[in-house]
């Protein structure tokens, strides 16, 4: 994300515009350079990328700052799953046309985030394309030497625990569709627009990530399905997992669609977007992990345990009788 050609090409010129208020800091250097520094300061540097693309995680339309929320946010959330705290990203663009109407809340709501988080923008890149919108961020943080945590590790023995709620964002994505879920909501505008809103922007739980590094045995964001990422962490950790799915956590509106039977559970724990953690935690490890998620102000509910073996996690309903479900997660392929 160089600006030092002269005179300014348009692509210099929108760099300068409207994304160089937002590299802050030092390393970034005004984004008059090819590359930022970024000091390790003798920590671990974790690193992550994800893109979105329009018509795949985000819908032709979409208000442009719950866009670059979300592009970010979804990075954020796999920083916070590794226990790491962020450090700074990196982003590519591609668009269509050069829109102001667009371009500036993108860089409002892009810059708001990259503070609160303290996840500043270190440079990047802007290309025209004819296809789709396409926003792709890495981002980058700090964990303690060695202290990553990974999809590995898991025990039999431990816990599981999930934070938030689970399936919001794919009954958001259907009320934006005008699907089932959108129908059995009628006129209950405030539902719709808080599923909704999970789907478009995220809520990353970095505030976690200190309890999870010094906790958690395994962890990983869910992204493409609770089950789906649940049976990932699994074969990473060479165990399997039994849940009791009436412990899933989930909102009321969630929760009033699956009782009158407008949408199966398979839909909630099998859809994407979710970006809640998903973690293993030992059991003499469990208090002190309840006790820092109290004081992070996230919410964490246990939702099962590992067991010694290799096969696809149990789901068991209220009966203790396994569901079978037809699919896991969210697939691009």
Partial sequence: MSTASNPPSGEDSLIARYFRPLATAPGAFNLDDDAAALKADGEDVVVTTDAIVEGVH???GDPPDTLA???????LSDLAAKGATPAGFVLTLALRAVEEDWLKPFAAGLGEDAAYYGCPLLGGDTVSTPGPLMISITAFGRVPPGKMVHRAGGQAG????????????ALGLDVLRGGPAAAALGNDEA???ALASRYRVPTPRNALARAVRSHASAAMDVSDGLAGDLTKLCAA?????????????????????????????????????????LCAVPGDRVDGFLREAKQAGVVVTAIGGLIAGTS?????????????????????F
Avoid: M, W
């Fill in 58 to 60: 985000f819908l032709a």
């Fill in 69 to 75: 929320r979300k592009a970010l946010r979804v990075n």
């Fill in 158 to 169: 431990d816990r599981i625990f999930v934070t938030g709620t689970i399936g919001d964002a």
């Fill in 191 to 193: 539902a719709r627009a």
């Fill in 237 to 277: 950790s060479g165990v399997a997992a039994v849940i009791d799915v009436p412990s899933i956590p989930l909102s009321p509106a969630a929760a009033s669609l699956v009782s009158r039977k407008a949408v199966g559970i398979e839909t909630l724990i099998a859809g994407g977007d979710d970006y809640e953690i």
């Fill in 312 to 332: 696809p996690p149990s789901f068991l309903d209220a009966h203790g009788r396994e569901l079978a479900l037809k699919r896991l997660s969210y697939s691009h």
